[in-house]
């Protein structure tokens, strides 16, 4: 059966409106937790009905902006094959992969634990930790990685030392394209300074993304 001529103006507009709000909500909700819906729509240039139709409540706003998330974060680690290369540079290649997600998103640490629930943000990072404790089991099986912590438990050390960096971006007081981040990664699995500074300089090199 057709479609009304106007129904695909109107979906399209829904679409941006619904697009704006989230955009909007990333930014405000990193500013303040605590802005309200209403806050939103009026940042958002949409009149209150607009945004209470795409989102009935605060929990269905945050679910979106962590459905958001949990996608950015698939892609970034498929966006990261499992290639044949040196844990260490495995490692900085993915710090670099994630860092924009965690940047984008970071307004989510602030929420994480009071309005999505712990199981929620666990999904979220799954893909996450498995490839991280991965890339952390192979380095210290080759001797890359200092084997002082379990690869899993190291993982998670190395994610919340990003997390803790993320909130200092929050705050003012650190800002990063995600090398300095990656650099940090490397020395905090044990290895030397200069090292990870050469290896996150070759990840990053156009022909090291190139190649894989």
């Known amino acids: ?14 679409r941006s409106n619904r697009e704006r709000i989230l955009a909007t909500a990333r930014q405000e909700l990193g500013r303040n937790p605590d802005t309200t819906l209403e806050d939103l729509a009026r940042a958002s ?12 409540g605060r929990a269905a706003l945050l679910e979106a902006l962590a ?12 966006g990261v094959p499992e290639a044949p290369e040196p844990a260490d540079r495995a490692l900085a290649r993915f710090s670099m992969a994630m860092w924009p997600v965690g940047d984008r998103y970071r307004m989510l640490l602030a929420l994480a634990q ?15 930790r498995v490839r991280i404790t991965a890339i952390v089991e192979r380095g ?17 050390a190395l994610e919340a030392m990003t997390v803790a960096l993320l909130e200092q971006v929050n705050v003012g007081a650190l800002q990063d ?36």
């Open 67 to 78: 459905e958001e998330a949990a996608e950015a974060i698939q892609g970034a680690v498929a």
């Open 45 to 56: 240039g949409v009149v209150r009905r607009t945004l209470f139709g795409h989102f009935p």
């Open 114 to 128: 009071r309005d999505l629930g712990v199981e929620r943000v666990t999904e979220i990072l799954g893909p996450a």
């Open 177 to 212: 394209d995600g090398t300095k981040v990656a650099v940090t990664m490397l020395i905090a699995a044990g290895v030397p300074e200069g090292q990870a500074r050469v290896t996150v300089a070759e990840a990053t090199a156009p022909d090291a993304a190139a190649n894989g």
């Open 1 to 14: 059966m057709p479609q009304p001529v106007g129904r695909v103006p109107q979906r399209r507009n829904a």
């Open 140 to 156: 210290q099986r080759d001797g890359v990685f200092q084997p002082h912590l379990p690869p899993a438990v190291l993982g998670a």
